[in-house]
């Protein structure tokens, strides 16, 4: 993660602006038949639901937790430590939904992460600072090719990731269609990729296709530094660092953006949970009405339509329109009899690829760790701590996952939110925040097995980083160690799977969640997919949120 100083302006709660011109704000009541109804309440539904409202449909929300979120919630661990359970950084959320649904006036305050971390088992360390002079001092000690070469790679991607994020913004266009509006998508489409010349052009179908491991290659000779790196391009993935297809989920990566600072990530405020109670705060506003505990058992339809949906209560809501923010599988195999869906579609859902492959290990401390690297607290302690030494530590394990195993030396991507934000912590103590891969859903005793290894999976978490910061076990107060099933029984997300789906070549932008139905619509008329299992994926984005939304409310293509 590369850092950018800044953060979103925030409003009084009290002091909001009126709704922007063409919108209209309404009383929430309950009804019993909706223009539009939202089905699971994460942060993309809530997206979902917000720009309906907005745009004046009576919309409703239905959650089957107690809270909104999905993925995107905090709570406390221990009295007075709070930690975002599963997500828990912030950046790819897109700068036109934070301004068109005023979240900075609901709440949401972002604070920038200042560098990436590497220590390293021989004492030495990699800092990847903001400043690119102490990244360039500390990458001296390595190589001078790399301190060359690390802003020019940064500049090569921030230009390819300029022109992957005009896909973000585009409902992808059905293929072989002759309808006008498709033939309009595909005629766009041309244009940008023309737009981008010959060179970068190729660059990006190189960068699609190659391994991070191998593009790295290409630019640096540093082991930590390329296996550092690297580890962006497997995240929520069942792949390794040498898996042909990972340089694009690297790229995914590099997409972050904090108030206009390109390739920056952040904290929010309060933990992740403020996401979701922005969005929701700004949903309700504009009119949603958003209700909690009321789990969809079966979506209701006649005569190929999508005509409301049944609790799990057995209320029936009905509705015009209905929009599915679970994954593929779970909407379409789970929520709705396989009659009802053209057999080829069905089956292609059936080999949609979810593959949970990652855990999170949350920390309540007694005090900051100390890395035998850079001994003390300081300001690499306020940024992302990546621990990936080399790539071969990376590989063994991978190595471990496809035979069904947690990885004994995981990659493990930390963050210590209290030096952010100290709200989340009492004074003197911290939390500590660690992504965990590989922690494969099925493991080779079967995935209910992981009842019975959760405290093995987190013990192994903890060793490892113990390895760099030795008087971390020592420190801990509290843990809390989530699995993949934990994450799937606690979020809805099938296997586990972070971004809802892997974000394989074959299951992205005209193939996202099915080859003919990556236009948010389904086969059945007036149920749309507004999930990170829609284009353009997973994260904390909010992009396939807003663009179902459009597509709901009959726009063509998204600003």
Known sequence: MLPHPGTIRRFPRADLPTPPPGTRRTDACPVKRYDAIVIGGGHNGLVTAAYLARAGLRTVLLEKNERVGGATYSEEIRPGF???????????????IIDDLNLAGHGLQLHPLDGTFTPLRDGRALMRWHDPALTRESLLQFSRRDADNYPRFGHRMHLLSRAVRELLTMRPPRVGSLQPGELSGMARLARHFASLGDRRFHELARLMTASSSDYLDRWFETEPLKATMAASGII???????????????????????????????FAQGGMGSVAEALASSARWFGAEIRTGAGVSRILTRNGRATGVVLEDGEEITGKRVASSLDPRLTFLRLLPEEDLPGSFVATIRRYRLRGSSGKVNLALDGLPDFTAMPGPGPHLQGAISISPDRETMDRAYDDAKYGKYSREPYLDVLIPSLIDPTLAPP????????????????????????????????????????????????????????PLDIERRTGLGEGNIFQGELGLDQLFFLRPAPGWAQFRTPLTGLFLCGSGAHPGGGVMGAPGKLAADAMIGRRRSA
């Open 428 to 483: 003197g103590r911290h939390v500590m925040s660690i992504f965990v891969q590989y922690a494969p859903y099925a493991l080779a005793e079967g995935a209910a097995d992981w009842d019975n290894q959760r405290d093995a999976f987190g013990d192994a978490v903890i060793r490892t980083l113990a390895q760099y910061a030795p008087n971390l076990p020592d420190l801990i107060l509290e843990r809390q160690v989530l699995t």
């Open 82 to 96: 709070t930690v975002s359970v599963f997500s828990y950084v912030v950046s790819l959320l897109r700068p036109q």
């Open 236 to 266: 929520g993935t069942f792949l390794g660092i040498r898996s042909p297809g990972t340089a694009y989920v690297l790229l995914h990566h590099y997409m972050g953006e904090i108030d206009g600072a390109s390739r920056s990530w952040g």
